[in-house]
């Protein structure tokens, strides 16, 4: 369903919501059935929780009060996000974002676990939880400074960095990994 499709359901639902309907934020959306344009609209207070997922599989939630006259007004201001749920006083959307994560960018370390599969952690891999893990690396295979900087931790500062460290340990793929 468009965006405008769903304005309009919206839009509708909100018309009979605003018939004497008091949003628990305390906010009465107050359209009579003949006073539905934007001019006569009352202001209606709505939560607006946007959700970014990043490349690297961490997702942050934002939660913004927006005050707006009319749903068309809502999704023209969040027109580059894909709306998700909505209930009386809550509207949410999401955002695919082409980079990594902040926490990733602060304290993301490309490592190695015990059983030989590439990981990212928290902080360094010997220290730290995991965030995303990625293949099996056939530990045979691998020269002995690579296997090193994964034991203490390469830190990922960007996505271009975190893109060409996994394209440099896919040829370390563990055979039975290929198979699958």
Do not use: H
Not at 28 to 52: C, H, M, S, W, Y
Not at 105 to 127: H, M, Q, S, W
């Amino acid at each position: 369903m468009g965006w405008k499709s769903v304005v309009k359901t919206l839009s509708v639902v909100f018309a009979f919501i605003g018939l004497g309907f008091s949003l628990s934020s305390g906010i009465v959306f107050a359209a009579q059935p003949n006073q539905l344009d934007e001019e006569k609209a009352v202001p209606l207070g709505i939560t607006v929780i946007l959700e970014r997922v990043y490349l690297d599989g961490e997702i942050s939630e934002e939660q913004v009060e927006e005050t707006v006259r009319s749903l068309e007004d809502l999704w023209l201001r969040y027109d580059g996000w894909q709306f998700i749920s909505m209930n009386e006083d809550t509207v949410v959307f999401k955002q695919n974002v082409d980079d990594i994560s902040p926490l990733l960018k602060a304290n993301g370390y490309f490592g190695i676990t015990e059983d030989g599969v590439l990981t990212i952690f928290n902080g360094r891999p010997d220290e730290s939880r995991i965030i995303q893990s990625f293949f099996q690396i056939d530990v045979g295979k691998l020269e002995s400074r690579k296997r090193l900087q994964l034991i203490k931790g390469i830190p990922i500062k960007t996505k271009d960095q975190y893109e060409k460290v996994i394209e440099a340990f896919k040829p370390y793929t563990s055979e039975e990994m290929q198979k699958n």
